[in-house]
Nanobody, 116 residues
Framework: EVQLVESGGGFVQPGGSLRLSCAAS????????MSWVRQAPGKGLEWVSA????????YYADSVKGRFTISRDNAKNTLYLQLNSLKTEDTAMYYC?????????RGQGTQVTVSS
């Protein structure tokens, strides 16, 4: 059974940082692109970042470029997202998803709330 389990979300003030993790199991993690997507209240899914199977290529939405960093550890079957310089508009449920463009296989999410 494919499982993606996110963790690391929380409440943070503007300008703060968080590190999200996604533990993968039930498939060969190391051969898949992986992505982070988010959903703010009342809005649709928004792609945030992606990383290729080996971790050597990374991609970011313009809204997070320079602030967020995606990485992965294939030995640990884990995907990460470092969130720095957080803004109130980054408030959302964050999901890790298998693949680069199809987000149907994703975890249950971890909530990030940025507020003063």
């Amino acid at each position: 059974e494919v499982q993606l389990v996110e963790s690391g979300g929380g409440f943070v003030q503007p300008g703060g940082s968080l590190r999200l993790s996604c533990a993968a199991s039930g498939f060969t993690f190391s051969i898949y692109y992986m992505s982070w997507v988010r959903q703010a209240p009342g809005k649709g899914l928004e792609w945030v970042s992606a990383i290729n199977s080996g971790g050597g290529s990374t991609y970011y939405a313009d809204s997070v470029k320079g602030r967020f960093t995606i990485s992965r550890d294939n030995a640990k079957n884990t995907l990460y997202l470092q969130l720095n310089s957080l803004k109130t508009e980054d408030t959302a449920m964050y999901y890790c998803a298998r693949g680069r463009s199809d987000y149907s296989v994703r975890g249950q999410g971890t909530q990030v709330t940025v507020s003063s």
